[in-house]
C-alpha cells in the first residue's frame, strides 16, 4: 500500500494522481449520501392485486366479491388494478347485442330473429354482410356506444341507423376485430371499490387512433370515482405507442399521474414513454405473470416480493391471487393469509404500506460529474503506469484528453452516454489495480515467511487490494447517481466487458513478471523493481502442446463460458434450483444475501493465492497466478454491486461488507487448512520438507522489501 502511495519506481509522482483521487472520492460521497437520503425518505410500498384475478377467484370458489374486496382492504391491499372492458365484454354482460351483416341475413332467412333487425332494415335489404351492427340493449349500454364508440373509431367508420324506435349502430369493420375494441375502465367496478375506500389503478391499451385529448377522456371519466396516483398500461403496447406517446405523457402529468413501470415487461415504447414522463414521474412495478403463477407458493411470492422491494427499489407489487396450497387450503382464506403476511413482512423489513410516489427528483452539476470522473482518469493513469512506462507529460496528456472528452459528450447533449464511459474505465480499471496491488506486493516481499506471519500478511495485502477496488466502487455510485439510473431507465453499460477485462489485465502484468512469480533469479533495478525478461509470444507457440495443455484449455474455456454467460443484466444461463435454495438461506440469515463469487470464489482465492507466495517454495508459487486471476473476480464484483444504481446504497454497502468478512474468514480458514494440514502431508509425501525451506537459488537479500 506505501508504494501505491508514494510511487516508488515506475509509480513516481504518482501524488497528484491519488490526490485526484481522494477529492473525486469526497465528491462521489456527497452524491451517493444524497441519494441514500432520497432512498431512505421513500419507503413507501402499495399493494395492488389484479382485479380481474380476484373476481375469477371468487367465482370459482362462489364466494362474495365485495366481502373478498373488503377481506384484502384489511389484509394490506391498497388498491386494485382494472382492466379496459372490450365490446364483448359488454355483450356477454347483456348490455349489447353485437352481430355481423351476415349473421343477420343467416338468421332472417331462418326465422330465428326477431326484433328490429328483422323489421325495416331487414325487410329493405339495407344489412351489409360485410358489416357489423351493435344494438344496445339497456341504459349502460345506449351510454357506452353513444359516448365510448366514436372515441374509439374514426367517424367515417360509423353510421347510426334507425331500426323501428331504435337506433342500431353500424360499423364498417369485421365482427371479430370489434370485439377486441376496449370500451374505457368498468364504471360498475369502479363504485364498487369506492364505496370499499379502495384505490384505483387503471390499466388502459393501446388502441389505433390514442390521441392525447382521448386519453385525457377516459383519464376524466375513471378520475369521476376518486382521484388516481399511477396508470399502468394493459397488452404488448403503452398507450399512444408508436406515435403518440409525448403527448400522452404530457397528459398524464398534467393530470399530477406517474407511470408504473413493470419490471421485466415487453411492452412496446414502454422506455421511451418512461422518459417522457421523467423526471420523477415513474414507479417501477414488480409482478408475478400469469404463466408463472402456477409455479409460487405462498412463501416463495412472499420471498420474491420482498427482495424486489428491498434490493430493486420496486414500490408497487403487483399481486395476483395464487393457486398452489398445501393440504387441499381454501384458496379464499389462502389468498388473504397470503397476502397478510406479505404485509406484515414488509413492515418487518421497515417499509411503511400506503400510496407508493416516485422518487424525488434531483440532478448533480456538470462540474460535479467532471470532478468524479477525474477521479476514474487519474485510477487509469495510474493502471498504465503499472503495465507500461510512460512519461509525466504523457501522462497529463491522456487525463486531460479524457477530461475534454468527458465535458465534450456532456455538453453534446450526451450526459449519460459520458457517465457509463467513466463508470465503465472505474470498472475496469479499479479491481486491475487492486489485483496488481497484491501481486506487486508479494514479488517485493520477503519469501519463506513463517505460516501464521505470512497468513497474516496475506489478510493486509488482500485489505489493501480491497481499499483500492472500493475507492473504484465509490466513483462508480457517484458518477451513476441520478434518478434515470435509480429507476432502470438507464443501466451500468458493459457488464460483460468489466468481468472480462480486469482478469486479462491481471494476466497481462503477471506474464510481464512470470519468472519473479515462479521464484526465479531476479535482479534489482535502482528504484527496486524487477526487469525479469517475460517468455516471448514467439517462444510460447514453439513450445510442444502437450494433452493435459488441451484438457486444461478446454476447462479454461467451459469455465469461461460460465462465467461469462452468468453475468449482465438478464442470465444467459440460469441459476440451479439449489442455487436458489442457497440464495434464499443466505438471505434469511445475513438479510442481505452476499455475492457467491465474492465470498465463495474471489476473496479466499487471492488470500490463498498471497499465502502461496508469502509462505511457499517454487512449486507452489507456481500456482499463485491462477489463484491471483481468479481473485480478481472477487474485486470486480466488488465494484459490479455498487454499479447497481436501482438497488438502494446501504443494501449494497452490506451486501459487500458481507461479502468481504465471509470472504476473508473462508480465506483464511483455507490457507490454514493448506498451511497446516495439506502442505505437510504434501511434504511427506514427496520426501520434501518444505515447511520454512530455503530455495537455495533466490537470495533473500536481494528481495527489497516495498
Not at 416480493?305 to 407489487?317: K, P, S, V
Not at 497468513?455 to 480491497?466: D, E, I, N, P, V
Not at 466513483?475 to 439510473?485: K, M, R, T
Amino acid at each position: 500500500m506505501r508504494r501505491f502511495l508514494k510511487g516508488r519506481g515506475p509509480g513516481r509522482g504518482r501524488g497528484l494522481w491519488v490526490m485526484l483521487i481522494v477529492i473525486s472520492i469526497v465528491f462521489s460521497g456527497v452524491v451517493i449520501a444524497r441519494r441514500a437520503r432520497i432512498e431512505g425518505q421513500n419507503r413507501t410500498v402499495e399493494l395492488v392485486m389484479d382485479f380481474d384475478s380476484a373476481r375469477t377467484l371468487c367465482m370459482e370458489n362462489g364466494y362474495d366479491l365485495g366481502d373478498f374486496i373488503s377481506e384484502m382492504k384489511s389484509a394490506g391491499i391498497a388498491s386494485f388494478a382494472l382492466t379496459e372492458l372490450t365490446l364483448k365484454d359488454l355483450a356477454d354482460r347483456g348490455h349489447v347485442a353485437v352481430m355481423s351483416g351476415a349473421e343477420i341475413i343467416a338468421a332472417r332467412r331462418l326465422g330465428g330473429i326477431a326484433g328490429p333487425l328483422s323489421g325495416k332494415l331487414g325487410r329493405n335489404g339495407q344489412i351489409d354482410p360485410a358489416r357489423t351492427y351493435i344494438m344496445p340493449l339497456d341504459l349502460i349500454g345506449e351510454s357506452e356506444i353513444k359516448d365510448v364508440l366514436p372515441r374509439r373509431l374514426p367517424e367515417k367508420l360509423i353510421r347510426a341507423r334507425q331500426a323501428d324506435s331504435l337506433t342500431v349502430v353500424e360499423v364498417a369493420q369485421d365482427k371479430d376485430m370489434l370485439l377486441k375494441l376496449n370500451m374505457g375502465m368498468p364504471r360498475d367496478y369502479m363504485a364498487l371499490l369506492k364505496t370499499k375506500g379502495l384505490g384505483i389503478v387503471p390499466r388502459f391499451m393501446n388502441f389505433k387512433g390514442a390521441k392525447p385529448e382521448i386519453a385525457a377522456y377516459f383519464l376524466e371519466r375513471t378520475e369521476e370515482f376518486g382521484p388516481i396516483d399511477a396508470v399502468l398500461f394493459d397488452g404488448t403496447e403503452v398507450l399512444g405507442y408508436p406515435d403518440h406517446m409525448a403527448e400522452i405523457a404530457g397528459e398524464l402529468k398534467k393530470h399530477g399521474l406517474s407511470f408504473g413501470r413493470i419490471e421485466f415487461s415487453k411492452q412496446l415504447g414502454e422506455q421511451q414513454f418512461a422518459r417522457y414522463m421523467t423526471p420523477g414521474r415513474v414507479i417501477r412495478v414488480h409482478s408475478i405473470t400469469h404463466n408463472e403463477i402456477s409455479k409460487f407458493t405462498p412463501p416463495k411470492a412472499r420471498e420474491r416480493f420482498i427482495r424486489a422491494a428491498r434490493e430493486r427499489g420496486m414500490r408497487i407489487l403487483y399481486i395476483r391471487p395464487l393457486v398452489a396450497f398445501d393440504n387441499g387450503e381454501d384458496p379464499i382464506r389462502g389468498n388473504i393469509d397470503y397476502v397478510r403476511s406479505l404485509a406484515s413482512a414488509l413492515e418487518r423489513e421497515g417499509f411503511t404500506l400506503g400510496k407508493a410516489r416516485p422518487y424525488q427528483d434531483f440532478d448533480v452539476a456538470t462540474t460535479i460529474l467532471a470532478v468524479i470522473a477525474a477521479g476514474a482518469l487519474a485510477g487509469g493513469i495510474l493502471l498504465l503506469v503499472e503495465l507500461y512506462t510512460i512519461s509525466p507529460c504523457t501522462a497529463v496528456a491522456l487525463f486531460i484528453a479524457g477530461l475534454l472528452a468527458f465535458t465534450g459528450l456532456s455538453a453534446a447533449g450526451a450526459r449519460v452516454f459520458a457517465r457509463q464511459l467513466v463508470a465503465l474505465g472505474a470498472a475496469v480499471v479499479y479491481p486491475s489495480l487492486g489485483a496488481i496491488h497484491v501481486s506487486r506486493t508479494w514479488t517485493r516481499r520477503p519469501l519463506y515467511l513463517p505460516a501464521p506471519q505470512a497468513l497474516l500478511r496475506a489478510g493486509f495485502t488482500w485489505m489493501a487490494a480491497c481499499l483500492i477496488t472500493g475507492a473504484g466502487a465509490i466513483i462508480v455510485a457517484g458518477i451513476l447517481s441520478a434518478p434515470g439510473f435509480m429507476i432502470q431507465l438507464d443501466q451500468f453499460a458493459g457488464v460483460k466487458l468489466m468481468h472480462i477485462l480486469p482478469p486479462l489485465v491481471v494476466a497481462y502484468f503477471m506474464w510481464r513478471h512470470w519468472q519473479a512469480l515462479q521464484g526465479a533469479q531476479l535482479r534489482g533495478d535502482q528504484n527496486g523493481d524487477f526487469v525479469v525478461p517475460a517468455p516471448s509470444l514467439g517462444s510460447l507457440l514453439a513450445r510442444p502442446l502437450l494433452i493435459w495443455h488441451v484438457l486444461a484449455g478446454m476447462l479454461v474455456l467451459l469455465a469461461g463460458i460460465i462465467y461469462i454467460g452468468r453475468t449482465g443484466n438478464t442470465f444467459g444461463i440460469p441459476i440451479s434450483g439449489m442455487e436458489e435454495t442457497v440464495r434464499v438461506a443466505l438471505e434469511k440469515v445475513f438479510s442481505v444475501r452476499p455475492r457467491t463469487k465474492e465470498f465463495l470464489l474471489g476473496h479466499p482465492a487471492m488470500i490463498l493465492g498471497a499465502v502461496l507466495v508469502l509462505a511457499g517454495g517454487p512449486e507452489e508459487r507456481r500456482w499463485a497466478p491462477f489463484f491471483l486471476i481468479v481473485g480478481t473476480i472477487g474485486q470486480l464484483s466488488f465494484v459490479n454491486s455498487f454499479s447497481h444504481i436501482h438497488t438502494p446504497v446501504v443494501m449494497t454497502a452490506l451486501r459487500t461488507l458481507w461479502g468481504g468478512l465471509l470472504g476473508l474468514v473462508l480465506g483464511t480458514f483455507l490457507s490454514a487448512l493448506y498451511l497446516w494440514g495439506v502442505r505437510p502431508y504434501l511434504a511427506r509425501f514427496s520426501g520434501v520438507e518444505r515447511s520454512g525451506m530455503r530455495d537455495s537459488r533466490v537470495d533473500r537479500g536481494s528481495i527489497i522489501d516495498g
